[in-house]
């Protein structure tokens, strides 16, 4: 490991935000290896190996699988949503101004945030609270795909037309749609497939989705942290399955990261495929379809041209990134919820010690 990378992992460990920090990343092009730690989780310094929450980084090993579906024939992305659920259960889930666009909604609509739907996790309820604060200060509750889909048709609106031009609505009921697809099709149930399609191939030992009642329910995770509050929120993390209950490592993640863009997990065209077209979500964010762009403005840069890094973050503090420009992969988190704009910073200054 170079001591300047050594010297950015002290400078982002010092951040009194973070209080578990793990990090692997390698530069192909240069053959050479980069890993950071801080913090301890069971009276044990972090690691390589230590679990932690993925949260919406796991929407990459979503779009891993039904890339693989596609490729196999399965489903195309340009399929109706509702040919994989029983006749009449998704009628309604989408109304604008009293007709019922759910019928459009396609596969990659799902995965490119351009279905419209609302968003089961950051938009208001009926009792003006959102989920996602709920989750915020420790509110654990249990809930599955079918209180979701009940919910989003009951007590929210959607945001526009099923692929309206140039529109992206990040939601992540996309992807709880995307997990129940993957179970319909492939007949087992979402941690089953992950598991088998790719932990198995990859080697995958310290990954997994979790479930609160599931076989690897007892094994010690990185407690979720927000601010200095660790978070134990075991149903709601079960309840929220394809878009955001995976847990990984950084050592893992890495190979997962290498994989997807290698063309181990699915062939190498449908890259060029899932980045065709970006939209924004949120700045400094763009969408592709199924994997996310962070690319800085211009202004932000002094004009100075900088690679696109593409992959997925989480709210956790989580990040699986690719900067495929130089070669460079990244895999790692911050643990923290409280600042969302933290692991793009860790990841940013990771990713200039690297290169």
């Given at each position: ?66 890339l693989q579906l596609v490729e196999s024939k399965e489903l195309a ?23 019922d666009y759910t019928s459009r909604i396609t596969v990659e609509n ?245 290169r």
């Open positions: 490991m170079s001591s300047r990378f050594s010297k950015a992992i002290k400078r982002i460990s010092a951040n009194k935000a973070i209080s578990e920090l793990a990090i692997c990343g390698e530069n192909e092009a240069k053959g050479t290896c980069f890993s950071g730690f801080s913090g301890s989780f069971e009276g044990q310094p972090i690691d390589a190996n230590s679990p932690y929450f993925l949260a919406s980084a796991t929407k990459l090993f979503v779009t891993a699988i039904i992305l340009n399929s109706p949503i509702v040919d994989f659920f029983p006749a009449g259960y998704l009628d309604k889930l989408h109304v604008i101004y009293g007709t799902l995965l490119a945030h351009t279905s419209g739907l609302a968003d089961y996790f950051e938009q208001k309820q009926a009792d003006g609270k959102t989920f996602s604060q709920g989750i915020l200060v420790g509110e654990d509750k249990s809930f599955a795909f079918d209180d979701v889909i009940q919910l989003v048709k009951t007590t929210m609106k959607p945001d526009f037309v099923p692929g309206a031009s140039n529109k992206a609505f990040y939601s992540d009921t996309n992807y709880q749609l995307l997990g129940a697809i993957i179970q319909n099709v492939t007949g087992v149930n979402f941690a089953q497939a992950v598991k088998a399609r790719i932990c198995d191939p990859l080697g995958l030992k310290n990954t997994w989705v979790f479930e609160a009642n599931g076989p690897r329910a007892d094994r010690p995770i990185i407690p979720l942290r927000n601010g200095t509050r660790q978070l134990n929120i075991p149903l709601a993390m079960t309840g929220t399955a394809a878009d955001g209950a995976i847990v990984s490592t950084a050592a893992d993640g890495l190979v997962f990261i290498k994989a997807f863009f290698a063309g181990t997990l699915f062939s190498p065209q449908y890259i060029d495929r899932i980045t065709a077209r970006w939209r924004r979500i949120f700045f400094p964010l763009q969408y592709g379809t199924g994997i996310m762009l962070f690319r800085l403005p211009p202004i932000m840069t002094l004009f100075q041209k900088q690679p696109d890094i593409i992959g997925h973050s989480g709210i956790s503090g989580a990040f699986l990134f690719a900067e495929p420009e130089n070669q460079i992969y990244i895999s790692g988190t911050a643990n923290q919820l409280a600042s969302r704009s933290l692991p793009f910073n860790v990841m940013l200054r990771a990713i200039a010690a690297m």
